[in-house]
């Protein structure tokens, strides 16, 4: 068996990934139908619209597939499919970031948001044995006014599948030391804490995530790698970084994969997982994130399957839910 094949065939959790940016020309085409306008519907129409070209062009389409979703039956629509889609990379469980904010702001009331979004996941576990967990992340460019509210939907509204609470959008100009009170309480109310930080600034950044937002998880963090002593304090708090290749690329927070710093990372002892982000919006899928991770890690199969299993101990998943695909994991990779 090729390490493709392997790869494809292996069951797999992903931990960061964001709900919009999941969206693939298939989805979008079926939204596009229902509100004509800038999207094409029409299949070529759309896979020339949805090619990546660039940052900007990136944040073009991300825009407009945001702005496809307009109505509670949209957002379970791109939820449940989004979930079939990963369930054709043989995903068993993922985390799925949420900007329930972005929606909000749009006139979808935030009851029928959550209802939405519940119903598709236990539509999608029920359908094709997915389990989903959502994250709610505060959307940084629209700052604090976007923070409270976002903190609002994950206490006051919270949907039974809520597990963390995350920081994402441009970092530059968007300082995450603001937000230490909505970390605060949202880490008061059980929720992990998972920001994105250090993906287009420094080390400092990454360390407001985990000195002032209690980060257990960090979104990117590859700048962690100019920093010794930070490399050196994640390693000994266990603190996960989140590792989403061809986007670092993508948007030119790294200028190649062969420049992509994840080998230096691992070698500080720094756990990590490997992530797709926005992928079909960077032309990419987990399955080929784990090929990239392993071609700059040197790793065969056996390595490949312990990245599997990193993500799954690195997750909020339920423990019955951890264990089985660990078990499932392990049969599938035994020699
Ligand atoms: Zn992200």
């Known amino acids: 068996m090729s390490l493709t094949d392997f790869i494809a065939g292996l069951p797999k959790a992903e931990l960061h990934v964001h709900h919009v940016g999941s969206a693939s020309p298939r989805i979008v085409g079926e939204l596009a139908t229902r509100h004509p306008g800038v999207v094409p519907g029409d299949p070529q129409a759309l896979r020339e619209f949805f090619a990546f070209r660039d940052f900007a062009h ?74 989903l967990r959502w994250i709610y992340d505060i959307p940084g460019e629209s700052g604090l006014p976007a923070a409270d509210a976002t903190l609002s939907y994950a206490l006051e509204h919270a949907p039974d ?87 670092n690329v993508a948007t030119r927070a790294v200028a190649s994969l062969d420049a992509h710093p994840l080998r230096a990372i691992v070698d500080a002892g720094v756990r990590v997982t490997v992530n797709s982000d926005d992928p079909p919006m960077f032309g990419t899928s987990l399955n080929e994130e784990y090929a990239v991770a392993a071609r700059l890690l040197d790793l065969d199969e056996q390595g490949v399957a312990e990245l599997a299993r990193e993500a799954v101990r690195a997750s909020f998943a339920p423990a019955a839910v951890r264990q089985s695909l660990l078990a499932e994991i392990d049969a599938y990779a035994a020699p």
């Open 58 to 131: 990136f944040i073009e389409v991300y825009l407009a597939v945001v702005d496809l979703v307009r109505t509670p039956e949209d957002v379970r629509t791109l939820t449940y499919e989004v979930a079939r889609d990963m369930t054709g990379q043989s995903l068993r469980y993922a985390e799925l970031t949420c900007t329930p904010y972005t929606s909000v702001v749009r006139g979808i009331p935030i009851e029928a948001y959550t209802e939405a979004i519940e119903d598709a996941r236990t539509a999608a576990e029920r359908d094709f044995g997915l389990v």
């Open 161 to 247: 599948a809520l597990v963390g609470f995350g920081l994402g959008g441009p970092e530059i100009g968007v300082p995450r030391p603001q937000f230490q009170p909505h970390f605060d309480a949202a880490r008061a109310a059980g929720l992990r804490s998972v920001p994105h930080s250090g993906e287009t600034t420094g080390p400092e950044s990454v360390w407001d995530a985990c000195r002032l937002l209690g980060a257990e998880r960090i979104g990117h963090g590859i700048s962690a790698a100019e920093d010794p002593e930070l490399l050196a304090h994640l390693a000994a708090e266990g603190i996960t970084l989140e590792i989403c290749p061809s986007s």
